[in-house]
């Protein structure tokens, strides 16, 4: 048999997606089923809270935590601010604040970073040092829906408007080979007006999201519900939302259409959440692309998320199932590259 030297240090790299970025527990886990453990771990946005987490030592405590999680117990963990963002992010960030126990980026098992944008300026700001927590908050910090973070004299958000899947922070951690998870791949496929791509379904479909969900509600239909419910019309049928309530008279589907022909994408006008949910998966695809053809990993894993809004916090378990699904499509690849007996899963 032939033995390749393994990379002496090997780097994962955790990219920002929102809610899709519970995708990156099931692909950590089957990474390490193979015998794949990453010396350093960087992060943005979801991938910076996942990292962190996971290089504290606490996977099964996220897995567990984020599989319990309801539309209603989401809810319950946002603070309404309208000051520089939607949402504060205290609540979600007090369940973090707890397990970190006060750690600093420095104390975490494996070397770690997460990546924010500098608002005023739109420069890539690493951190490295410093309180874990703080450093997660101002990763995850999206413009118009988080509040952005003071840190060092400047406001910091959202690293994915700079470095969606920080490929360029491994390297320069002296990361010898690096995986990706890049968790934008095919996010405009499966829209309410488009439908995936024939040849490339993706796994999360809306269907499976929603069912066994009685009843089922997404964050933004709770965020922002319609002013009025419409009295039912008795000589038309009643045409139903996803979460089982009638539509407003304004939004109504016209019943004329064939319920399986999509209406032309002007038909109705997106909610505000919708709206912002879109464009920044837009941003997120075209920012990824671009840095991607330009800092290449060694091994890009994709999972097939196209079904999966950023707010689904509460659709966990088809996320982290793709995960480990997009490790599984890619392990002869990753086998190859990392000299990895089939057998054993060691390194030969």
């Known amino acids: 048999m032939i033995h390749r030297h393994a990379p002496r240090k090997l780097g994962l790299v955790l990219g920002g997606g929102a809610a899709r970025g519970w995708a990156h527990i099931g692909a950590i886990r089957a990474l390490e089923a193979a015998g794949i453990h990453p010396d350093i771990v960087c992060g943005t ?6 990292g962190a987490v996971y290089a504290n030592g606490d996977l099964d405590w996220l897995e567990d935590w984020v599989q319990r999680l309801t539309w209603q117990s989401v809810l319950r963990l ?4 309208f000051s520089g963002g939607l949402l504060g992010g205290k609540k979600v960030l007090d369940v973090f604040a707890r397990q970190f126990n ?3 980026l420095t104390e975490l098992a494996k070397p770690f970073a997460a990546v924010a944008t ?3 300026t739109g420069r890539e700001i690493w951190l490295q040092e410093g309180s874990i927590v703080n450093a997660v908050r101002a ?3 999206i413009p118009g829906i988080f509040q952005p ?6 406001w910091l958000v959202d690293g994915g408007l700079a470095n969606p899947v920080p490929v360029s922070v491994a390297r320069a951690m002296r990361a010898d080979c690096v995986i990706a998870i890049d968790l934008n791949n095919d996010i405009l496929n499966g829209r309410d007006f488009g439908g995936p791509a024939p040849d490339l379904p993706p796994p999360i479909a809306k269907e499976a999201l929603t069912a066994g969900d009685a009843p089922h509600a997404s964050v933004s239909d709770v965020l922002l519900p319609a002013a009025a419910e419409a009295e039912a019309d008795p000589a038309r049928p009643v045409a139903l939302r ?5 539509w407003p008279r304004w939004l109504a589907p016209n019943p004329a259409y064939d319920v ?3 209406p032309a994408p002007s038909a109705r006008i997106p909610s505000l959440m919708s709206a912002i949910g879109q464009s920044i998966d837009i941003m997120q695809v075209r920012i990824t692309r671009s840095r991607l053809a330009g800092e290449p990993a060694d091994i890009l894993i994709q999972p097939r998320l196209g079904g999966m809004r950023i707010f689904d916090f509460h659709h966990a378990a088809p996320a982290i199932e793709e995960g480990r699904a997009a490790v599984e499509r890619m392990m002869p690849a990753i086998r190859s590259r990392l000299g990895l007996d089939e057998r054993d899963g060691s390194r030969a």
């Open 78 to 81: 946002l603070d309404l601010k």
């Open 139 to 141: 990763s995850i910090a």
């Open 149 to 154: 973070v003071f840190h060092d004299g400047v």
């Open 102 to 104: 006060g750690r600093t």
């Open 45 to 50: 946005s979801i991938g910076a809270l996942v």
């Open 260 to 262: 399986h022909t999509p």
């Open 118 to 120: 500098e608002l005023d």
């Open 242 to 246: 996803k979460n089982g309530k009638p």
